[in-house]
Structures are given as structure tokens and as C-alpha cells.
């Protein structure tokens, strides 16, 4: 079994900081892509920020130069450090990851359940 944990999700004043964190766990081989996703209450689920294995990362426009994304390959964790915060931020937040399980071939998508992020005005 893999599950992916997320945490740091909470409520803070616009211009404020939080960090959110998705550790995996479990029997994992390997962890190749893990991205951040959000949805708003009445939205679709929107891709916020991706990496690689290797660490490239990639951001949607509306959240560049705010939110960063990073892993912890050694901890199976990937953060987003989430700055300069806007009300519009507000939705709750997703950890997504391609793994590969020990004794398979295969990389198969998980999901956590998911952190809720309110940034008020």
C-alpha cells in the first residue's frame, strides 16, 4: 500500500505564508513526478505546481513568484511553500504523485486527501 499524508494547510490573512507538506509512504520504489493541485469551492481541480524526479519544476501563471515547490527525495516529501498569499488562494490543496511500487513494473497516480487552505482579507 502507498499513501500520501498532507499537512500545513490553515487559515491566514492575505500577504501572509504557509507551507504545505505531502509525505508518501509505504512500499515505493520510486517517486518520479509530484505535483500540487487546488480546488475552489464551485472550480474544477487546477494543477498548481509540479516537479520532477530530477527536480525541474513547473508553476501555473497565477501563482509564479509566490509559491514554490520542492522535494525531499531522502523523506518521500514534497512541499509547497506558499507566500504572498490571496484570497483568490483560498481552496483546498492536493498532493499528487507517479509511483512506482516495489516488485512491479508499473507507475500508478496516488492522491492525498487533501489540506485546506483559507487566506481572508
Known amino acids: 500500500q502507498v499513501q500520501l499524508v498532507e499537512s500545513g494547510g490553515g487559515l491566514v490573512q492575505a500577504g501572509g505564508s504557509l507551507r504545505l507538506s505531502c509525505a508518501a509512504s509505504?512500499?515505493?520504489?520510486?517517486?518520479?513526478?509530484m505535483n500540487w493541485y487546488r480546488q475552489a469551492s464551485g472550480k474544477q481541480r487546477e494543477l498548481v505546481a509540479a516537479?520532477?524526479?530530477?527536480?525541474?519544476?513547473n508553476y501555473a501563471d497565477s501563482v509564479k513568484g509566490r509559491l514554490t515547490i520542492s522535494r525531499d527525495n531522502a523523506k518521500n516529501t514534497v512541499y509547497l511553500q506558499m507566500n504572498s498569499l490571496k484570497v483568490e488562494d483560498t481552496a483546498d490543496y492536493y498532493c499528487?504523485?507517479?509511483?512506482?511500487?516495489?516488485?512491479?513494473?508499473?507507475?500508478?497516480?496516488?492522491w492525498g486527501q487533501g489540506t485546506q487552505v483559507t487566506v481572508s482579507s
Open positions: 499528487y504523485a507517479d509511483i512506482r511500487r516495489v516488485g512491479g513494473p508499473f507507475v500508478y497516480g496516488y
Open positions: 509505504g512500499s515505493i520504489f520510486r517517486i518520479n513526478a
Open positions: 516537479i520532477t524526479g530530477i527536480g525541474s519544476t
